[in-house]
């Protein structure tokens, strides 16, 4: 969700010193933390900061902990903030930066507090950053009020420890159920993928310095692009693989040539069962998203003008509040592996997804009705898909309904009033 952006404006940020003790925690065992499902878009659960329980997204794309705050005067609150002066263990710092989201950007005062997830994770001088003002439209109704960053390393231009360095999580994983409305899990810890058989998952090393991301190629529908002419990422595409995103985004060339092969969705979306499967590869691996992945119901949405509607590819001439429509944001930046694609909250409804920091890899298993991990492929079968197709029966009740208004973008540096660069450093 946040990508290779933090502006300051007061004094340069220092490394927060630590206690020796504090960074050499034995290493935790884990446990599932269930993620509430608000609308299929966001994903949030419940922690603690100086005492206070907040409501947060927890997102592999970005690395530091920002809250709205109750220093924000002109901010909605439509779940409680965080509240420096209620909290006996808060540190002030008073460095004063800027982060830039797709959908707009806020100022931060940066502090230190302890930060809590379970029953026993536990950060003393954590930084975080409190909001103090923001253009951000979805805040105003989210049903989170934090943004947590669980991404591999340290921050753009900081030494700053990240709450998975104090925590010494080295392995964590994210599932979705894939049921509209349904929960999702964060677990903390080694989970159940490590019973899998090597072959019986897919293992992408991590490629990025700063996010979990990977090479991406061979993008198609209906069957992997093997000609280069038909691949939109035949020089090379990064993928990100992003829990705070709430769609799929990628390059605006590229969803134009692609929309040439999805066929015609039904306002009702009675036809999934005739489209066809997205199929890449990560690393090298193949990989399929059934249509339910890329494909979403709309409801509640205005016929007014909005930056999170603009940020959609597939427009149509009628906002309908209720309609099927392909669910991609387009997003233009480049990297030294190729263009970027985000593989937001849909990847983790058919991907279990093992994020691992020591060894620096991603590994995805199928995910299980109730996310459990389980085999990608079976030794029974020499060419299963990695996604199979659901009963005709079962498409539309598994379909994504979404507001439209509700939706998280990628945070990209490409959306900064001040600047249009376009590059990543990944």
């Avoid at 925690?25 to 609308?39: D, H």
């Avoid at 897919?202 to 529908?221: D, L, P, Q």
């Avoid at 389980?374 to 199979?388: A, G, Q, R």
Wanted: proline share 4%; aromatic share 8%.
């Amino acid at each position: 969700m946040k990508f290779a952006l933090l502006f300051a404006v007061g004094a340069t940020v220092r490394s927060n010193k630590l206690r020796k003790e504090d960074s050499e925690k034995p290493a935790v065992k884990g446990f599932r933390q269930v993620l509430r499902n608000e609308q299929d878009v966001q994903y949030f659960a419940d922690f603690m900061i100086g005492g206070q329980e907040i409501a947060g997204i927890f997102d592999t794309g970005s690395f530091e902990v920002v809250v709205r705050s109750s220093r924000c005067a002109r901010c909605v609150h439509p779940t409680a903030p965080f509240k420096h002066e209620l909290s006996s263990t808060f540190v002030e710092n008073g460095t004063m930066v800027s982060h830039v989201y797709g959908s707009g950007a806020c100022r931060t005062m940066l502090g230190y507090d302890t930060v809590q997830v379970g029953p026993t994770l536990v950060a003393k001088n954590q930084p975080i950053w409190e909001i103090t003002e923001h253009r951000i439209p979805v805040l105003d109704q989210a049903k989170f009020a934090a943004i947590v960053g669980i991404g591999p390393k340290f921050g753009y231009d900081s030494k700053m420890r990240t709450l998975l360095m104090n925590y010494n999580i080295d392995e964590f994983s994210i599932c979705l159920k894939k049921g509209s409305g349904s929960n999702g899990y964060l677990i903390w810890g080694p989970d159940g993928d490590a019973d899998l058989k090597e072959e019986e998952v897919v293992t992408a090393k991590v490629k990025g310095k700063h996010h979990w991301a990977t090479s991406m190629a061979k993008v198609g529908f209906g069957e992997l692009a093997e000609n280069k002419s038909d691949d939109v990422c035949a020089d090379g595409c990064a993928a990100i693989i992003d829990s705070g995103t709430s769609l799929i985004a990628a390059p605006t060339a590229a969803l134009a040539a692609l929309s040439r092969k999805i066929g015609n969705i039904k306002e009702d979306c009675s036809n999934l069962h005739e489209l066809p499967d997205l199929h890449f590869t990560l690393d090298g691996k193949e990989m399929v998203l059934p249509p339910q992945a890329y494909v979403m119901r709309v409801k509640g949405a205005s016929l007014e003008a909005d930056n999170i509607w603009d940020l959609l590819f597939f427009k149509p001439k009628l906002r309908k509040t209720d309609n099927c429509m392909p669910a991609f944001m387009q997003m233009d930046m480049r990297t030294n592996m190729g263009d970027v694609w985000i593989l937001g909250m849909p990847f983790f409804r058919y991907f279990h997804t093992t994020f691992n920091r020591q060894k620096g890899t991603m590994v995805f298993a199928k995910a299980g009705s109730d996310c459990e991990a389980e085999p990608l492929k079976s030794e029974h079968e020499e060419d299963l898909l990695l996604v199979k197709k659901k009963q005709e029966k079962d498409q539309v009740s598994s379909v994504l309904t979404v507001d439209p208004k509700l939706l998280i973008p990628p945070r990209l540096s490409l959306f900064d009033d001040e600047s249009n660069n376009t590059w990543l450093d990944l």
